[in-house]
């Protein structure tokens, strides 16, 4: 994939896609030196959930998030015309992928509860689905900033759990994304 997008003025070259999410494309890029990932926003619909202004949410979720203290990567700049954002990357597997392969430890779910032990009491949840986490050297990171005001229906034990094992869940999407 030979493409370059810019951050401000700065121009990084393209080296993959990562994924799709709801709110855009995280791409692995290179300045050259380093390495960083890029997420470009994006207006495509999404049937279950609700945005507004999807680049001041990054930033205002990323700072919501940086307080309580969880592993995430760093936002190194954000290019708010462009609706770009370049992050720290953080290199390793995601729990999603770690499903597939089994190779789930029980010591990532005791990682993402003391997560929710620090979220909860900040009135928070966060996209507990196991794409948006990425374990490094066995410390698990969420690797996304999207985070919301708590809701018991969408906490990690009622819903993301769900996702962090081959349940029927986990694999009926696993079915549906193949």
């Known amino acids: ?15 993959k896609l990562l994924g ?30 609700q945005f507004g202004n999807k680049i001041e949410a990054e930033i205002n979720d990323y700072d919501r ?7 995430l990567p760093k936002m190194i700049d954000v290019d708010v015309e462009n609706e770009r954002i370049l992050k720290e990357y953080i290199e390793g597997e995601t ?4 499903v597939i392969d089994d190779k789930m430890k029980a010591d990532y779910i005791n990682q993402v509860k003391k997560m929710c032990s ?21 410390v698990l990171f969420y690797i996304d900033y999207e985070c919301n005001n708590y809701m018991e229906e969408w906490n990690f034990e ?19 994304h193949s």
């Open 95 to 98: 729990i999603y992928n770690l």
């Open 65 to 71: 998030l940086k307080k309580t203290g969880i592993k």
């Open 118 to 138: 620090v979220l909860y009491p900040a009135n928070l949840n966060i996209d507990y689905f196991p794409t948006n986490f990425i374990v490094q050297d066995g």
């Open 20 to 49: 799709k999410g709801k709110g855009g494309y995280s791409y692995l890029a290179t300045d050259g030196k380093s390495q960083f990932v890029l997420k470009q926003i994006h207006h495509e619909p999404c049937n279950y959930y």
């Open 158 to 176: 009622n819903w993301g759990i769900k996702y962090w094992s081959k349940t029927p869940e986990f694999l009926q999407y696993v079915k549906e």
């Open 1 to 15: 994939m030979e493409k370059e997008l810019s951050v401000n003025g700065k121009n990084f070259s393209i080296i």
